[in-house]
């Protein structure tokens, strides 16, 4: 295991840690998407947002994940306090609460979540565990999962996938595609469940019934260990390629720009 | 106005709008002016924060509309937590963004806004009473229709207001506050500081200028009423404050100890005289 203050310039890609490869391969997620809003939830997610926008898919807008969007990579922890007066930090626009809903509704939008449990469908519960009417453990609630992912390309971010993954979730609070097939005419026309990283491999739903598919197992993870972990019928496809490993460039960034303070390795301390 | 004289305005089984999000710029000395009035079976509906929390654990809830209940730097509320998992509140969860349709339906007058969210999930298991909609139009799409948020009063907190009742904000976001305003037959607005109408664009541009007078009632100065959410650029949240009102949530005594010292308060002010006493002896933030 590499220290992660280690020197920048040439960082040598066979010392990337399990939170840098799992941090690229959930920045991979957004390959493609061009110019829309990087909405990622949470501090690693928000990482994996700005190392997307940093090296390979510079027209994501993404913000201090307050109310401003900010065109320079900022490290995480950071917010903008005045927008006119903070130095190196270049805002680019104005997303308070109300312009996040109204632009997640318009579709230019790509949200990384969490989630309690989900199921081969990408069904996603972060909302009660247990009879939702007396939970058992009232989790986060349905939040806004029930509007992302219905209106706009979501992806998650699963840092123990053993927890996790389940057969069935208790709530629905993003459907999956099972559920979205049953909607009468064009209601799901917009859903799409791009990826799901977890600490072990990536995963898609590229299959004809919609069901998750093993995209690509992280370096130093077996197929054993991915399958001992998933209680449902995974897709393996014949060959299952390693998940790629961070460049030079993509470590340089994680270690020294987007996260010096190593805020991205507290979802590994499980 | 006196947050006590807006509490007067109030009555057991009200249906009661808060502003602000989570635990940013709350109407906290309206809250705590409710806490200590005998009023009960209400029906809150906000964004929530510590005043679903404190509201819930004092047993004043009957029914909760909610978009989420959430501290921020503590993603759930512990005491919404407790009364989901007893069984203490009717809970009608929405959708984040659902919710603000709600708000909207009710600014605009008409009966329900249409949405994609809630499709597919629990949204609409979990509220039987959410109908949907066909559009009459020939896409044919089926959508969810938010009804109207019925709300008698709204409580607000802005950073400055003048005696008419026009708020303003200086944050970096208004949230929804505007349209609980709007959406409610009645509204009474709290202020950091109350100033004069020729004052009001001395320290913000005029589009920080959004709750006009027309839908106010009262105004209640009170300096650092939004204690212990946040309030920029005023003030930011009293964190250490926050968590041990969060840890109450465990210990039924420690909850004991913070409604005496805290909530049995006569007022506001004395409210921020402890608050200025716990700053001098150190243990404050």
Known sequence: MSDAGSPAEKADMSDATIDEICLVALAEAFRGDGELLCHPMGPFPVAAGRLARASFEPDLMLTDTIAYAVAGTLALGTTVGDPSGDEGVVVEGYLPFRTVFDQAWSGRRHVVMGASQIDCHGNQNFAAIGDYRRPKAQLLGLRGAPGNVINHTTSYWIPSQARTFAESVDVVSGPGYDRVAELPGPSGRFHEIRRVVTELAAYDFETPDRTMRLRSVHPGVTLDDVLAATPFELVVPGEVPASRLPTGEELHLIRNVIDPTNIRKHEFRS | ?285
């Open chain 2, 1 to 285: 106005m006196t947050e006590d004289d807006v509490v007067v305005e109030l009555s057991d089984g009200m249906t009661i709008g808060i502003g602000g999000w989570g635990s940013r710029r709350k109407p906290m000395s309206l809250v705590r002016a409710i806490l200590r009035s005998g009023l009960k079976d209400l029906h809150v509906v906000s964004y929530g924060g510590p005043d679903v929390g404190l509201l819930c654990a004092a047993g004043r809830v009957r029914k909760l509309t909610y978009g989420f209940v959430s501290l921020d730097s503590i993603p759930l509320e512990p005491h919404f937590r407790i009364a989901r998992q007893t069984g203490t509140v009717e809970a009608r969860e929405y959708d984040e963004g659902a919710f603000y349709l709600g708000l909207l339906a009710a600014t605009h007058r008409v009966p329900f806004y249409p949405t994609r969210a809630g499709l597919g999930s629990d949204m609409l298991t979990y509220n039987p009473d959410l109908k949907t909609v066909t559009s009459p139009y020939e896409d044919g799409t089926e959508l969810v229709a938010v009804p109207a948020f019925d709300i008698d009063v709204s409580l607000v907190h802005m950073n400055r207001a003048d005696a008419a009742g026009n708020g303003q904000f200086l944050g970096p976001d208004l949230y929804f506050d505007d349209l609980f305003a709007m959406a409610a037959k009645r509204t009474f607005m709290s202020c950091e500081r109350l100033v004069a109408t020729e004052d009001l664009l001395r320290e913000g541009s005029v589009h920080t200028l959004r709750i006009p007078r027309l839908h106010t009632d009262g105004v209640v100065e009170a300096p650092g009423g939004a204690h212990f959410t946040e309030c920029p650029p005023d003030y930011g949240r009293d964190e250490a404050f926050q968590r041990e009102y969060a840890a109450t949530a465990r210990d039924p005594e420690a909850w004991a100890r913070f409604q005496a010292d805290w909530l049995d308060l006569p007022s506001h002010d004395e409210y921020r005289a402890r608050l200025a006493e716990r700053a001098g002896a150190g243990s404050g933030s």
